[in-house]
Each structure stands twice: as C-alpha cells, then as structure tokens.
C-alpha cells in the first residue's frame, strides 16, 4: 500500500532586505519562532491578511502569529509556488 502525498508546500524566497534581516536573528528562539511562521505560510499562502494598497502588482499580505510574536510581510506568486518575503519581524 502506497502512501500519498500531503499538500503541495510553497517554496519561500527573501528579497534582500528579509534576507538581511533574516542574518541578523542570533537568538535560537527567533530563528525558531520565525521558522514555524514560514512552515505555515507555505502551507497556506492566503493565511495572510490582505494589505490595502496598489492593485497593479502582486497582493502583498501580512502574517502575523501573536504566540510567537513573528510578523511576516509577503507576496504570493500567480501560481502559488512561492512565497516571497519583503519583511521580517520577530
């Protein structure tokens, strides 16, 4: 008996400034906290609320677990195979 497989994850990607700031976490428990908020983003892409602005590029949401005090800006792209993220906040 074969087991399936479970949903498709999205693939994270950082802009340059999340990724800098993603260099500059030291603490375990940070690094930690931001990683579960990852896990879930990609798990669900729309988790995220909409952020109202300019409807000519991408959507950008917000992702925002108060357990473990992680803020996450990012996009989704057309086909929902990447999350990209602009901004971290732990």
């Keep these: 008996m074969t087991q399936g ?3 498709r994850r ?3 990607a950082f802009f340059d400034s999340a990724a800098k700031q993603l260099e500059n976490l030291t603490r375990e428990a940070d690094i930690h906290a931001l990683d579960r908020a990852l896990v879930v983003i990609s798990a669900d892409p ?3 609320a909409p952020i109202p ?3 000519a590029g991408p959507q950008l949401r917000q992702y925002t677990d108060d357990v473990e005090a ?3 800006l990012y996009y989704v792209t057309t086909l929902r195979t990447v999350v990209v993220v602009a901004y971290i906040e732990v």
């Design 46 to 48: 729309e988790i995220g």
């Design 5 to 7: 497989h479970g949903p």
């Design 10 to 12: 999205a693939r994270i």
């Design 53 to 55: 602005g300019d409807t």
């Design 70 to 72: 992680v803020r996450i």
